[in-house]
């Protein structure tokens, strides 16, 4: 179950396909930038690895409010919000990311409308956030990055090899099952019950009806994320309560996850999904370096 076979760039873990991004990925600083892949290299040290995060915006901001933010710098704003359901090209992502996303910035953080009135805002804010002393270095480009890595490799999964579920491990205040709804493709988002009411409240708000989409998310709670992801072979009854069928296959989303588990919880996660997944499937996910995240590469 835990066989891995590194080949080129990507991993295999037996029962399904394992593409990961390096945090080195070359982008031009937005999320709609070609970024790519590199080889996998196993998962990366525990909390370490966001402290310079969390020195931030932490401070006042949860985390998933800070990946927020990140994800309003490094996308643009792309025209009227649209819901679920509708009408678009299935080959690539629409745009609508960065336009939930500013919507959804604009109903939980204070005075956002505000500031980003202000001349030059994303290009102030993004210098603060990347600031040595405040900030970390490359964060703003590293989330567009990643984000448009992944958001290409869904929706290549989805075209090239049939995956018409799409699960999103700890998915926050993301718009991956936003700006990919599609017809046919069912995503279902996993999180702590906590945080999924808190993103259920923030789309009646700025989607009014979007509960009864019927490319909407679907919806995996438990009492704590990281907790029900270190027991994630409780997964599978909790998703086909859901809809899912582990008989077909399905893409596993675990962007900005690793850096929250230990390199044994990390190992752990990868082997109990295989559980999960039909044959074909693919497990998608970023993580660093633990050279880098000590500073000594």
Same mark, same amino acid.
């Given at each position: 179950?835990?066989?891995?076979?590194?080949?080129?760039?990507?991993?295999?873990?037996?029962?399904?396909?394992?593409?990961?991004?390096?945090?080195?990925?070359?982008?031009?600083?937005?999320?709609?930038?070609?970024?790519?892949?590199?080889?996998?290299?196993?998962?990366?040290?525990?909390?370490? $690895?966001?402290?310079?995060?969390?020195?931030?915006?932490?401070?006042?901001?949860?985390?998933? $409010?800070?990946?927020?933010?990140?994800?309003?710098?490094? $996308?643009?704003?792309?025209?009227?919000?649209?819901?679920?359901?509708?009408?678009?090209?299935?080959?690539?992502?629409?745009?609508?990311?960065?336009?939930?996303?500013?919507?959804?910035?604009?109903?939980?953080?204070?005075?956002?409308?505000?500031?980003?009135?202000?001349?030059?805002?994303?290009?102030?804010?993004?210098?603060?956030?990347?600031?040595?002393?405040?900030?970390?270095?490359?964060?703003?480009?590293?989330?567009?990055?990643?984000?448009?890595?992944?958001?290409?490799?869904?929706?290549?999964?989805?075209?090239?090899?049939?995956?018409?579920?799409?699960?999103?491990?700890?998915?926050?205040?993301?718009?991956?099952?936003?700006?990919?709804?599609?017809?046919?493709?069912?995503?279902?988002?996993?999180?702590?019950?906590?945080?999924?009411?808190?993103?259920?409240?923030?789309?009646?708000?700025?989607?009014?009806?979007?509960?009864?989409?019927?490319?909407?998310?679907?919806?995996?709670?438990?009492?704590?994320?990281?907790?029900?992801?270190?027991?994630?072979?409780?997964?599978?009854?909790?998703?086909?309560?859901?809809?899912?069928?582990?008989?077909?296959?399905?893409?596993?989303?675990?962007?900005?996850?690793?850096?929250?588990?230990?390199?044994?919880?990390?190992?752990?996660?990868?082997?109990?999904?295989?559980?999960?997944?039909?044959?074909?499937?693919?497990?998608?996910?970023?993580?660093?370096?633990?050279?880098?995240?000590?500073?000594?590469?």
């Amino acid at each position: 179950m835990t066989h891995t076979e590194a080949s080129g760039g990507q991993t295999r873990l037996r029962k399904f396909d394992v593409l990961s991004a390096a945090p080195d990925a070359e982008v031009d600083g937005r999320a709609d930038s070609a970024a790519t892949g590199a080889s996998a290299g196993g998962a990366a040290a525990a909390p370490a $690895t966001v402290c310079g995060i969390a020195a931030f915006l932490s401070s006042r901001f949860d985390m998933p $409010t800070t990946s927020l933010i990140l994800s309003c710098i490094s $996308t643009d704003n792309c025209g009227p919000l649209e819901g679920f359901d509708r009408e678009g090209s299935t080959s690539k992502p629409d745009g609508q990311s960065g336009t939930l996303a500013a919507a959804l910035a604009a109903q939980l953080v204070p005075g956002w409308r505000a500031l980003t009135c202000a001349p030059f805002w994303r290009w102030h804010l993004q210098s603060l956030l990347e600031s040595p002393c405040l900030g970390v270095p490359g964060i703003c480009r590293y989330t567009a990055a990643r984000a448009a890595w992944m958001a290409r490799q869904v929706q290549l999964c989805i075209d090239a090899d049939n995956c018409k579920q799409v699960v999103v491990l700890r998915s926050g205040l993301g718009t991956l099952a936003h700006s990919l709804a599609q017809p046919g493709v069912k995503f279902y988002e996993v999180d702590s019950r906590a945080e999924v009411a808190r993103k259920e409240a923030a789309l009646d708000a700025v989607l009014p009806g979007w509960r009864h989409a019927a490319q909407r998310p679907r919806f995996v709670e438990g009492k704590c994320c990281v907790d029900l992801l270190a027991g994630s072979l409780d997964l599978i009854p909790r998703l086909t309560a859901a809809g899912f069928d582990p008989s077909r296959r399905c893409c596993i989303v675990g962007e900005g996850l690793l850096p929250y588990l230990s390199p044994a919880q990390g190992s752990e996660l990868l082997a109990d999904l295989a559980a999960l997944a039909a044959p074909g499937s693919h497990l998608l996910f970023d993580f660093m370096h633990e050279g880098w995240c000590e500073g000594s590469t």
